[in-house]
C-alpha cells in the first residue's frame, strides 16, 4: 500500500510541475476561390475539443456568409450561423446548442428581409 501512496504522490507532483497552459493550436487553413468568391476555413483543436471557422464572400455579389461549429468529447456542440444577400435584402441566422449526447438539439432559425 505504501508503494501505491508514494507512487500516487510522483506522479501527482509531476503533473504540477510539468502543467503548462494549453492553448489553442491551428491545425489548419485554408482561403480558395470559389463559386465566384473567397472561402476561407480555419479549425482550432486542443485535446477533447474542436472549433471551426468558415466564411464565404463574394466580391461581385456582396453575399457573405459565416458559421462557427464547436464540439468536445462529451458531446457538448454549437453551432451559429448567418448570411445576408444585398441584392435581395435577405438575412437569416441561426443557432442550436446540445449540451450532451443524450439532451436534444435546441436553438432557433431566423429568417428576414432588410430594407434600405
Known sequence: MKRFVIAGAVVLSLGFVSAGKADAQL???YTVPSNGGVLSSQSYYVPGAVR??????S????????????????????????????WN??????????PNYFAPVYGGYNYGFRRW
Do not use: D, E, L
Not at 471551426?52 to 464572400?57: A, G, I, L, V
Not at 466580391?59 to 457538448?76: A, D, H, I, L
Not at 435584402?89 to 446540445?98: D, E, L, S, V, W
Open 89 to 98: 435584402g435577405a438575412g437569416y441566422n441561426y443557432r442550436y446548442y446540445q
Open 27 to 29: 491545425m489548419y487553413g
Open 59 to 86: 466580391p461581385y455579389s456582396g453575399v457573405v456568409q459565416n458559421q462557427v461549429y464547436s464540439s468536445n468529447m462529451f458531446g457538448q456542440t454549437f453551432s451559429r450561423g448567418y448570411g445576408y444577400s444585398p
Open 52 to 57: 471551426t471557422y468558415n466564411s464565404f464572400y
